[in-house]
């Protein structure tokens, strides 16, 4: 985007006025343009846009057991007549050689070469949109913004010079990505390979008869298992018997282990933002509330929070994910929103913490008296005058904390708890492949591992660099980095 | 004047709980305020001048309490919780003006905050009002600086922002706590000139509360002294400064710059401020002051009248204790 206060507009500097002249985009509208960017940009994926939020409806309609599932299911259907350039459909990998040619792929390209495009095109999609948005908020920053500076530029601009913070926003970046794309990125879906499998059926080439057969997709998965050596496995980019490309290899039960792995970072995401979006919730409402008020009511949260903390979260998990087993909330995407819940109940009491001490620091400010002496509202005095004092603590925290979230769902299902079986989560596949480590089948465990531990060192990297961005005292160029450690480290689970 | 002040603060007691003693920060602070009146309000750091101007506000926080007096305001008790429905009659100009404004938001946002609440202006209207009170504060180029941060604004500037803040409220009283102590000199001069003229321009009563004596002389009718949470002494200023009555009033004088010979050494108050945790048993100024005598420690002085409406806290001026009768 650096480039995009171009040369046009340097050219042309005689003639335009002084406000066209300063424009990132070379034209006289530029924020037309930038909506048109964005609209264009939707038009991508407004089918799967469309289908998301219908499904999320659906699912709370039929949760709560309300009238109009009916309806809602019409919409869906609807919603799927939508076109979304970059689905599967659009780019099929799936699909089988016929003795001269592969039939059904996307341009009768081999299907690892297919599947490399659509990856690398959601990858670049996403690049765009993200690339938009900071174009979106350049044209802010020089056409409407009244202040030619505020102190949040400087923050940004020690982000931008710091290496650790960057490298943590570019694994976060990649996982969202995983994500939300999650169903356009496996090379199947969950449905036809693990859910559904032996409702669908697979074409392919079988060499010993040499003619196109068909064959059901569970029993093709039983043939192509990962539990040992040599002819036991299919490994990383490897095709196993039936012309199926698995780009991370297969499970020990013959699924697609980056499918899994795919649709698995869209659960982890989920109950990761959720629940540190509710513990950052409670804890901010909490802490500007006892810093407001301060007295008793600060000493009133304080015992709260000690008792919750008293409470040991593991043992509170299992007993919790038993006792509510059958209950509707256990029903919510697969027992994630439970999970979420749990989290929020049992991290808020940490977030509190680290927000309770700056909350305090910016009530003893003299703009909160000025305030209060004019007469305005508690509640408007606490979201104006003191939130925005502690939003960057929550970006710290809430980052860090959302690495120790998705570290304890995989701790969970490693134990066989939490996010119940067939729905893919990280941690089961860690489990799963824990016999075969010494094996040729040694992927299974060690790539989901991996990325574990890459995303949670994302997220703690991307608040690193937050908390060191928003210190105007550290120097991200390392100079004097030790100085500038104020902000308080750690506050991840 | 009429005959019913304005601001009435009569035997306020402030209490700051702590976990080993009560603190009487203001321990029976009594004083007036009349319609258009500058009331000063002088003592050291930490005899209870800013505590008092809090209390005024409603603005005492934990773990300090009112715990005693009254504060009248047109007759009615505000310590009965009666803040709320005076909110914008009384408002308050801090000492640091960069502390008193809000980084995050311009000077328009802060100043159409108030004006919303107190004048339920919004919008376009409120902006232009800002910018006439930026004007009336005399902030030069009113119309840019309504959109700039407050780092962007000088000390002084600011200093007239919160001015200007202040007035959104349309206030009958101003309490300004040491509302120049931050400022150098000259700007110091321009600050009390602004507010004389915003005095006589909309009536405003002003209650002036400083360590600087020099700042009482230029600026106020009518002077309270505060020592150690108890008002020692009240006067009409000129009479104060010509006859101080109070020997803590005088050692404050003779401690100002230029009153005394440029060749002698400058005369300091020996000691600190006590810090008062109980009940007043004695004359709190005793142990540091020049004309003490027996009685000042064994029994706490009562305000004397004295000639016109002055009075004094001191047991010189009390004919039954001193043989000295009145001194001056």
Redesign the interface.
């Known amino acids: 985007m650096a480039g995009a206060h171009g040369p046009s507009s340097d050219a042309a500097d005689d003639e335009v006025t002084p406000e066209t002249a300063s424009t990132i985009l070379p034209t006289e509208s530029p924020t037309l343009v930038w909506v048109g960017l964005g609209a264009g940009l939707l038009a991508f994926e407004v089918g799967a846009l469309a289908t998301f939020l219908v499904a999320i409806l659906s699912d709370t309609l039929a949760a709560a057991s309300l009238p109009g599932v009916g309806f809602v299911e019409g919409i869906e259907a609807a919603a799927r007549q939508l076109p979304t350039l970059l689905s599967r459909e659009t780019v099929p990998n799936e699909g089988y050689w016929n003795g001269q040619r592969w039939v059904g792929t996307f341009l009768g390209l081999r299907p690892e070469v297919a599947w490399g495009i659509r990856v690398a095109l959601v990858y670049l999609y996403a690049l765009a949109v993200a690339g938009w948005a900071v174009l979106g908020y350049r044209l802010y920053r020089r056409e409407y913004r009244?202040?030619d500076w505020?102190?949040r530029d400087d923050v940004i601009d020690r982000f931008r010079n710091h290496g650790w913070g960057l490298f943590g926003l570019a694994v976060v970046f990649m996982f969202v990505v995983m994500a939300v794309f999650a169903p356009a990125l496996g090379p199947t879906t969950v449905d036809k390979n693990m859910r559904n499998s032996y409702d669908n059926e697979l074409t392919y080439w079988d060499a010993e008869t040499d003619s196109v057969e068909t064959i059901l997709v569970g029993e093709a998965n039983l043939a192509s298992q990962s539990r040992g050596d040599g002819e036991e496995r299919v490994g990383p980019m490897e095709y196993d018997d039936f012309g199926r490309f698995h780009p991370f290899g297969t499970l020990p039960t013959g699924r697609d282990l980056f499918t899994f792995i795919a649709v698995g970072s869209r659960i982890s995401l989920v109950i990761g933002l959720l629940s540190v979006g509710l513990s950052v919730g409670v804890a901010t409402s909490l802490a500007l509330i006892g810093a407001y008020?301060?007295?008793?009511v600060d000493l009133g949260m304080v015992l709260v929070s000690d008792g919750v903390m008293a409470m040991p979260q593991l043992l509170l998990l299992i007993m919790l994910t038993t006792v509510l087993k059958d209950t509707w909330v256990a029903g919510l995407y697969s027992g994630a929103f439970l999970l979420a819940l749990i989290f929020a109940f049992t991290g808020w009491t940490y977030m509190w913490r680290s927000l309770r001490g700056p909350a305090l620091q910016v009530s003893e400010?003299?703009?909160i008296?000025?305030?209060?002496?004019?007469?305005?509202r508690p509640r408007t005095i606490m979201r104006?005058?003191m939130l925005?004092y502690i939003t960057g603590y929550l970006l710290i925290y809430g980052s860090m904390t959302l690495g120790g979230a998705i570290i304890a769902i995989a701790g969970l299902s490693f134990l066989g708890l939490g996010v119940s079986p067939p729905t893919p989560e990280w941690g089961r596949a860690v489990n799963l492949g824990q016999e075969y480590v010494d094996t040729g089948s040694w992927h299974i465990s060690l790539i989901p591992g991996l990325l574990i531990t890459l995303v949670v060192t994302g997220f703690n990297a991307l608040g690193d660099g937050i908390r060191d961005a928003i210190d105007p005292r550290s120097d991200a160029a390392g100079s004097d980095a030790d100085d500038g450690a104020a902000a308080g480290r750690g506050g991840g689970a | 004047m009429s005959d019913e002040p304005l601001l009435s603060v009569r035997d306020l007691e402030v209490v700051f709980h702590t976990e080993r003693e009560r603190i009487h920060a203001v321990d029976g602070v009594t004083f007036e305020i009349r319609e258009g009146q500058t009331v000063g309000l002088v003592g050291e750091s930490g005899s209870g001048k800013s505590v008092t101007a809090?209390s005024i506000?409603?603005?005492v926080?934990?773990?300090g309490r009112i715990e005693g007096g009254e504060i009248l305001y047109r007759g009615e008790d505000l310590t009965e919780d009666n803040w709320?429905d005076h909110?914008?009659d009384?408002?308050?100009v801090?000492q640091?003006p960069t502390?008193?404004?809000?980084?995050?938001?311009?000077i328009g946002n802060?100043i159409e905050?108030?004006l919303r609440?107190?004048q339920d202006l919004r919008g376009r209207a409120a902006t232009d009002r800002a910018i006439e009170l930026l004007e009336d504060v005399g902030i030069p180029d009113a119309p840019r600086r309504v959109?700039?941060?407050p780092?962007?604004l000088s000390g002084g500037m600011a200093q007239r922002a919160?001015i200007a803040?202040?007035l959104?409220?349309d206030p009958d009283l101003l309490v300004c706590d040491e509302p120049t102590t931050a400022l150098d000199v000259t700007i110091q001069a321009q600050i009390l000139d602004l507010l004389a003229e915003l005095q006589a321009e909309q009536d405003l009563a002003i209650l002036f509360i400083t360590h600087d004596m020099g700042v009482i002389e230029d600026a106020t009718d009518w002077v309270n002294v505060i020592y150690a949470g108890e008002v020692v002494e009240r006067a009409p200023t000129e009479a104060l400064f010509d006859h101080p009555a109070h020997p803590y009033t005088r050692a404050l004088l003779e401690s100002i710059p230029g009153r005394t010979d440029p060749d002698e050494r400058l005369p300091t108050i020996e000691g600190e401020v006590p810090t008062p945790t109980g009940p007043a048993t004695d004359c709190r100024f005793a142990p540091r002051c020049p004309e003490a005598f027996e009685d000042c420690r064994s029994v706490a002085p009562e305000h004397v009248s004295l000639d016109g409406d002055r009075s004094a806290a001191c047991l010189l001026h009390d004919p039954a204790r001193s043989d000295g009768g009145e001194r001056q």
Not at chain 2, 99 to 106: G, K
Request: charged residues 20%; aromatic residues 10%.
């Open positions: 009244a202040a505020t102190p008020y301060k007295g008793r400010r003299q703009w008296d000025a305030a209060k002496s004019f007469g305005q104006q005058h925005p | 809090r506000l409603g603005l926080d934990e773990p709320a909110r914008g009384i408002a308050i801090f640091d502390n008193s404004l809000n980084p995050v938001y311009t802060q905050e108030a609440i107190h959109d700039e941060y780092h962007q919160v803040m202040a959104a409220c």
